[in-house]
């Protein structure tokens, strides 16, 4: 298969209803490599010329998108939104009258889609947590499929979730929400020993 296609895309973000079924991105940027859909971002695997980039300017622009809706700038945050969304989707498909929490709402969704593999669902898991606005209600880490519970036919646009997820969810409030202060900082500054996260 070539580029990225060790990272697996999750029934759960290729079956969501916000990723419409005609989004470009679908097609240019996934496979069907059974049992499961990968990655084809990055594709020059045979000289591996391809950059992985540090930061993209799509996410300079959904940062933007999503500051300007949670300052109440919706008509800005909607135009930069479809800055991002409107080169991949149909006509029929682009927004155009989002405003407030819905904007904010299909800011972050835009950004699961067009960063997917890039490393940025982690952190936005946690940024997000506990606001309203995070992908489990109360916050913290959403339940997630083993790989060995993925088949290709698990994937279908726009049906859901098929599947119960084997691996639970993680609140908030559990330890192993927030990871401990290695060992190694602590005995470099042992300050941090009265600081270190709860349960470790």
């Known amino acids: 298969m070539g580029a990225r296609g060790l990272i697996a895309i999750s029934p759960i973000l290729y079956n969501a209803p916000f990723w419409t079924c005609t989004d470009l991105r679908r097609t240019q940027l996934t496979q069907a490599d059974a049992p499961r859909y990968a990655l084809r971002k990055y594709r020059d695997a045979t000289n591996n010329t391809d ?5 993209r300017y799509a996410e300079v622009i959904l940062n ?12 800005r945050g909607l135009l930069l939104l479809n800055a991002i ?3 991949a989707v ?50 913290g880490i959403p339940a997630k499929y083993l790989s060995t519970q993925i088949a ?19 609140t908030y409030t559990n330890q192993l929400f ?13 300050t941090l020993a009265a600081q270190q996260n709860p349960g470790y």
């Open 178 to 190: 927030l990871w401990p202060i290695p060992a190694i900082e602590v005995a470099n500054n042992p």
């Open 90 to 139: 149909a006509a029929a498909d682009q927004y155009t009258t989002l405003t407030g929490t819905n904007l904010i709402q299909a800011v972050l969704n835009e950004r699961r889609i067009e960063l997917v593999g890039e490393g940025f669902r982690w952190d936005d898991i946690h940024r997000l947590s506990p606001t309203p606005y995070s992908p489990r209600v109360g916050g």
């Open 85 to 87: 969304r409107n080169r």
């Open 51 to 55: 950059f992985a980039p540090i930061i």
């Open 64 to 75: 933007q998108a999503e500051a300007e809706a949670r300052q109440g700038n919706d008509a």
């Open 152 to 170: 290709i036919t698990q994937y279908s646009c726009g049906a859901g979730t098929l599947l119960t997820p084997s691996v639970p969810a993680i």
